[in-house]
């Protein structure tokens, strides 16, 4: 069970649970398979400063991604 899978499974028991996925793994493929599992944020490892502001981010019911700007409403993922 990745943490992909296991964010799957959260969000189909706990549909209002906010996910923030902490990884080593950067592509943009698993950032995006991330969001489409229903995590609210992907936050890489080498980018931990940010960690505060990911945290943030869900919190108030907003997307975070590791390099990207999102739209909460949509939920397309945008490069800054």
Do not use: N, W
């Not at 969001?35 to 869900?58: C, M, N, Q, T, Y």
């Amino acid at each position: 069970l990745d943490g992909i899978q296991a964010t799957a499974q959260i969000m189909k028991a706990l549909p209002t649970t906010k996910v923030l996925i902490f990884s080593g793994s950067s592509p943009t493929a698993t950032q995006a398979a991330a969001i489409e599992a229903g995590a609210a944020g992907f936050l890489d490892k080498d980018a931990s400063h940010e960690l505060p502001k990911a945290v943030r981010a869900v919190f108030t019911g907003r997307y975070f991604v590791t390099g990207c700007s999102t739209d909460d409403r949509s939920r397309r993922i945008t490069t800054r």
